[in-house]
């Protein structure tokens, strides 16, 4: 099995911290592997 390649996209806004983690390898759309949110106090 091929190790894929991780992608990470994070959104730091002024209230809210988002994040989502995907997979990209060798597929027409990434597979999302995880999201998470919280407060940015």
């Known amino acids: 099995m091929r190790r894929g ?3 990470v996209g ?3 806004g002024s209230s ?3 994040v989502v983690v995907a997979d990209i390898t060798d597929r ?3 597979e999302i592997l995880g ?3 919280g407060g940015s106090w």
């Open 5 to 7: 390649e991780i992608l």
């Open 16 to 18: 809210r911290i988002k």
């Open 10 to 12: 994070l959104d730091l």
């Open 35 to 37: 999201i998470g949110s």
């Open 28 to 30: 027409e759309l990434p």
